[in-house]
């Protein structure tokens, strides 16, 4: 069998290719190592986001790739075709980062009962979650539709569910309006369901034209405002933004907008890769990263070992049942629907409603 790595211009994100790469031999894998074959995996904005920040933010390090080219890291699953390690069988189903190939050599490393760590030097020095796999074999939660659904929102969710947790943390900062730009997405809308529970805000979506009547069916917005209406909100009274879209315009014309009624203003994402690197002072709270890794951090500390797991998971069983109806997921194998996807991602034109799943093999 041969083994197949897409991978696109660091410095051209428009061009992008798929290569042959060295199946490694089963029989030869260093102690410890596994060989796992990449089954399926989710494609969103996000992905997008790690290739944009691919240098800062190390994306890059986690999978190489030929001089010049980059292979995006994905969510999904794997299969284990080999291993070299004693605690792990072939067979076994993987969750976690995969390139966007084929296979996957795993260096195994701290496996316990329900997971493990790939411990490649090439692969330090990132967060911890971007090495960790969850062992699943046999999980009806990470099988079939619901499977897909983990694979196309818990990693996103989970930056949802960090952010609820600090704006609720902070007593939304004052504001009763939360304002969340690129409320189409996953990320947005998932924040969007969680802040819904909380008394007395009102969750206000921000999006494209073309968005407007998604976002509205989401159920989970009490407005829906298009980019090119956001000045006609009231200013009189505080609100929050979360930036999900990382427009540097749509964020000065929010900020003059509501001046100093501006009492948070959180950058999360960039899915509109408009960002101008020297932005102007803008009135009202100061944009600032929301870094995830701190607040989960912060919140191990204090809800002690386990705490994070168990309230998220309860999250994630109240958000999951709703994505049948939120969510269509596509399936795409092969060279031509992977390019398609990852091209028409790259240029915005994916619907919405829409979650891709994918596969080389
Ligand atoms: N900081 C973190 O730790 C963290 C964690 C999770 C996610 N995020 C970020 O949150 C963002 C959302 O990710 P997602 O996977 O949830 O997105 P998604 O579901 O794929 O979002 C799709 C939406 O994003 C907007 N969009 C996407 N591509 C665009 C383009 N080329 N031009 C204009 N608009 C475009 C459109 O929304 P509108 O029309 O509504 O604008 C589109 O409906 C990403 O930037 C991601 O990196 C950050």
Redesign the pocket.
């Known amino acids: 069998m041969k083994a197949y790595d897409f991978v696109v211009a660091r410095d051209d994100l428009q061009q992008c290719k798929l290569i042959e790469t060295q199946l490694p031999d089963a029989a030869a894998l260093p102690s410890d190592a596994l060989l796992v074959r990449v089954d399926r995996f989710a494609f969103?904005?996000?992905n997008i986001?790690y290739a944009v920040l691919g240098d800062q933010l190390k994306y890059w390090q986690l999978f190489p790739a030929p001089q010049g080219f980059g292979n995006i890291p994905v969510w999904g699953f794997g299969e284990v075709t080999a291993s070299n390690h004693p605690g792990v069988a072939v067979g076994e189903r993987l969750f976690g980062y995969f390139p966007m190939a084929t296979h996957l050599v795993i260096e195994a490393a701290e496996v316990s009962k329900r997971a493990l760590r790939d411990g490649a030097a090439h692969r330090q020095g990132v967060a911890p979650v971007y090495n960790a796999y969850a062992r699943v074999t046999g999980d009806p939660a990470f099988a079939g539709r619901q499977g897909d659904h983990q694979a196309l929102l818990r990693p996103?969710f989970m930056?949802s569910f960090l952010v609820d947790d600090h704006l609720a943390e902070n007593e939304f900062y004052g504001a009763q309006r939360l304002l969340l730009?690129?409320?189409?997405?996953?990320?947005?809308f998932g924040l969007a369901h969680l802040l819904q529970a909380r008394a007395d805000l009102k969750v206000i979506g921000l999006?494209?034209a073309a968005?407007v009547d998604f976002v509205g069916s989401l159920g989970c917005y009490d407005e829906v405002v298009t980019y090119d209406r956001v000045t006609s909100l009231p200013s009189d009274s505080p609100v929050a933004l979360v930036d999900?879209?990382?427009n540097s315009g749509l964020r000065e014309k929010l900020h003059f907008h509501f001046g100093d009624q501006m009492k948070y203003s959180g950058r999360?994402?960039?899915?509109?890769?408009s960002s101008s690197p020297d932005e102007p002072e803008l009135p009202g709270a100061k944009p600032k990263w929301?870094f995830?890794p701190d607040q989960i951090r912060k919140r191990a500390k204090e809800w002690g070992p386990g705490g994070v797991d168990k309230r998220f998971g309860a999250a994630w069983s109240d958000f999951a049942p709703t994505l049948d109806r939120r969510l269509k997921v596509i399936e795409g194998r092969g060279e031509g629907p992977v390019t398609q996807v990852y091209l028409d991602?790259?240029?915005?034109r994916?619907p919405?409603e829409q979650g891709h799943m994918l596969s080389l093999l």
């Open positions: 969103t904005a996000n986001t996103l930056l730009s690129s409320a189409s997405s996953k990320t947005a999006t494209s968005n999900m879209a990382g999360i994402g960039l899915t509109h890769r929301f995830a991602t790259l240029q915005g994916i919405p």
